[in-house]
């Protein structure tokens, strides 16, 4: 780690932290990170040529793997000629409509340059729309770092959030209402007492490890939104074009009226999108009266990588094969966690895994909240140790990409079985 100790350094005297996003800082996990060279597959190699099976895949962004040839070759292709506009090109209307092919419930769709603004624009049309301010979302979820987003649960009898960052106003918090994932009266309580305008989820959530909503509570909430007038969000920045093609809502077959997408869909470049019901997105400028706007949106490239990506990830068998491939990871970890009566399970949907530092089922943030901090620690350690690396933070979920084979699997499960028969923390 001698390289990647010293540039952390050099890092730190002109960046906050070192780092551009305060997860890769590691400091959850008691070391220090390493700083990469090189992606290529499954792999990450950093600056002192230590190589790493990748279960991260820049946050799910990479699903082919890294420095995919076939990406690689259309974006090198595209950029002959020119590498921004600031005007429209076709591939724009190509991605939107592939988009719309692939999620039926996007009628209309825009382009943004990441997730957090995705987020952002789709709550602002929401509240434009249904002219109603306060905003639902739900412990855990994460949105982004809108201002909006950046709210914890109210204390006490309280339903408004509080503020999870300094900086973002009382004001702010108090136009949003921050509940339990998967307990439908709380949402049934906070619709009665407060002029609700939308309500966004993770159908699937991957930002406080991998937890699934039930499908009668996914289905309820659709039922609320259409009697009260209130749009249903899906933040599908993770799960969409990963959990499956079409996203958490192909599978619990309920259409929410706005969809954001990120990660996968620029192929590795940094490009977002929010789209939906027709008669709400034109009401969106040049059109209507909600400003939302982006000098690198639509970027060609951008574009290109997604394009490609979208049809890469098309091909009939592709994401059977994905999540088979994850099948088989997390069975085996259970098949190990309960051979050596270690209290952990795993679990998984497509490309998207979890692996969970308890026995019990996981319904929501507290459920994670009270599990085995010093074992994941220990655990993310020994995997790095031994050159596999899960992301830096039991809060988040994994993942898996078309270049991992059996052999990487077979591996990391070996080693897992390893740390299980030695931590000192396996005295369950
Ligand atoms: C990553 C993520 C975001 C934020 O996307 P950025 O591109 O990091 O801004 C928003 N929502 C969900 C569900 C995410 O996983």
């Known amino acids: 780690m001698k390289n990647s100790i010293k540039l952390f350094k050099q890092a730190q005297k002109y960046i906050p932290g070192g780092v551009n996003s305060p997860v890769r800082a590691f400091s959850s996990v008691g070391t220090t990170p390493f700083f990469i060279k090189r992606a290529q597959g499954q792999y990450l190699i950093d600056e002192d040529n230590n190589q790493y099976i990748d279960f991260v895949g820049s946050w799910g962004a990479q699903i082919l793997g890294h420095s995919d040839k076939r990406i690689i070759k259309e974006i090198n292709k595209k950029i002959n000629s020119g590498i921004t506009y600031g005007a429209p090109c076709k591939d724009e209307i190509m991605l939107a409509r592939q988009i719309t092919k692939i999620f039926p419930s996007i009628e209309k769709i825009r382009m943004v340059n990441s997730g957090t603004e995705a987020t952002m624009s789709a709550i602002r049309l929401a509240r434009g729309f249904t002219k109603k301010d306060k905003v639902i979302k739900f412990d855990g979820c994460y949105h982004g770092h809108g201002d909006s987003f950046l709210i914890k649960a109210g204390s006490g009898a309280s339903t408004f959030g509080s503020p999870n960052s300094l900086g973002v106003t009382k004001a702010n918090a108090k136009d949003t209402i921050s509940l339990p994932y998967n307990n439908i009266t709380k949402v049934e309580e906070a619709i009665k007492n407060n002029n609700v305008g939308c309500i ?133 970890i259970n098949r190990i966690s309960k051979k050596y009566k270690i209290n952990m399970s795993a679990d998984s949907q497509g490309g998207m895994f979890g692996i969970y530092f308890t026995k019990k089922r996981v319904n929501n943030y507290n459920d994670i909240l009270n599990t085995q901090e010093d074992r994941f620690v220990d655990f993310f350690q020994y995997m790095l140790k031994h050159g596999v690396f899960f992301a830096p933070s039991m809060f988040e979920a994994g993942f898996i990409s078309s270049s991992h084979t059996k052999k990487d699997i077979d591996y990391t499960i070996k080693i897992y079985e390893k740390w299980v028969k030695n931590t000192s923390l396996s005295a369950d």
């Open 200 to 332: 966004i989820i993770e159908p699937i959530a991957g930002n406080m490890n991998f937890i699934r909503s039930q499908k009668i509570f996914i289905k309820k909430l659709r039922t609320l939104c259409d009697k009260n007038h209130i749009i249903l969000i899906f933040d599908e920045v993770m799960t969409g074009l990963r959990v499956a093609k079409g996203g958490a809502q192909s599978l619990y077959k309920v259409r929410p009226d706005l969809t954001t997408l990120g990660k996968v869909l620029g192929g590795g470049l940094p490009v977002g999108a929010f789209g939906g019901r027709k008669d709400i997105m034109d009401n969106l400028a040049p059109l209507g009266g909600v400003y939302q706007a982006g000098t690198l949106s639509g970027n060609p490239l951008a574009m290109a990588a997604g394009l490609k990506t979208l049809e890469i990830i098309s091909k009939p068998r592709y994401f059977k094969e994905l999540s088979n491939k994850a099948k088989y990871f997390i069975s085996e």
